[in-house]
């Protein structure tokens, strides 16, 4: 286990979480929140919480902490700047769901620290501190990103402690490029929310007006009085709050453009051929095999590698899906 401290900044789901998961572990653990009624409640279940990240980041500084920027996109750029103010070359990481954004915003506002990106594969719907979890990252995938260094390079140490951080909280390390953990979130998380709101405009017939005056066939009361199992899996996140949403989204515009060009290619020849032939098994039958191709993706074993694997390996097998478990040594 690593016994460098943690310092959070950002005390919401994950923030709120991966302090749970870090104290649970052992490790030394500190977070600060801009909130005071959550300062409360952190501080009544029994965790550290200075008066504001000053304090916390002056901490941080003094232990050679791992500092963790756990808030909204938008809320980076300001948090930087009062990490460049307080603990300049602190080694660095985020759990942020967009890369490239965070990566060009710490070179810009906080270019001295030893930054390395984090992004844990795990979240509900629910936000705020009572939704947190010391188990939420257990069996989750969570990615250390390579190249976030000026020049693309990658600080070995603080990958490690990235790294090692995850795999206290439960979770197995997926190494990424940063572009490339972008353009697959954007298929794979963000374009999900994006399909998550048509699905739900489209059964109650909302075209962003007040509710009521539905125009669409089948739309309305009626479809959402019979929508069940599927409908509700469909839509899950958008129980999300929309601010949350649109921060990710929108901060993977170039990862979600390219998701949403190839679902929209895919969609329109499935309507082609439905208009003119009746039939959709193309698209279902690709669709089934993919998700078979998900779920054996998801009992493949981790890996341990030893503490000297070069970049270039954990680039390898960040490419191939392989999530590690551990220093094989």
């Known amino acids: 286990m690593n016994s460098r401290p943690i310092c959070v900044l950002g005390l919401g789901l994950i923030g709120g979480s991966l302090t749970r998961a870090a104290a649970a572990a052992g490790r030394e653990v500190w977070g600060a929140t801009p909130s005071e009624g959550t300062a409360k409640a952190a501080r009544a279940d029994g965790y550290d919480v200075p008066a504001d990240a000053e304090q916390a980041l002056g901490r941080a500084r003094e232990s050679d902490a791992l500092v963790v920027l756990a808030m909204p996109l938008p809320a980076v750029p300001a948090a930087l700047r009062q990490v460049a103010e307080v603990a300049p070359a602190c080694r660095l990481t985020d759990v942020v769901s967009v890369k490239a954004a965070v990566r060009d915003a710490v070179h810009t506002h906080a270019p001295r620290t030893r930054f390395v990106g984090g992004h844990p594969m795990a979240g509900t719907s629910s936000s705020g501190w009572p939704a947190g979890s010391a188990t939420l990252f257990t069996d989750a995938n969570w ?3 390579l190249g976030d260094a000026p020049g693309g390079g990658t600080d070995r140490e603080v990958w490690a402690d990235v790294a090692e951080l995850a795999w206290d909280c439960g979770a197995r390390v997926v190494p990424a ?14 374009l999900p929310h994006l399909l998550a709101a048509v699905l739900a405009a489209v059964a109650a017939g909302d075209h962003g007006k007040a509710v009521g005056g539905f125009t669409e066939p089948g739309a309305g009361p009626l479809a959402l009085a019979l929508a069940a199992g599927s409908f509700a899996d469909g839509t899950r996140v958008m129980d999300t709050r929309p601010e949350l949403v649109l921060a990710m989204c929108e901060g993977n515009r170039a990862g979600l453009l390219s998701a949403v060009d190839d679902a929209l290619g895919r969609l329109g020849a499935a309507r082609g051929s439905l208009a003119s032939t009746g039939g959709l098994a193309a698209t279902v039958d690709a669709g089934h095999r993919s998700r078979q191709r998900w779920n054996d993706a998801r009992v493949v074993p981790g890996r341990t590698v030893p503490r000297t694997i070069s970049i270039g390996e954990l680039r390898a097998l960040g490419a191939e899906g392989t999530a590690l478990t551990g220093w094989s040594d």
């Open 177 to 190: 490029e940063v572009e490339e953990h972008d353009a697959a979130v954007g298929r794979i998380s963000h």
């Open 143 to 145: 990615v250390a990103t």
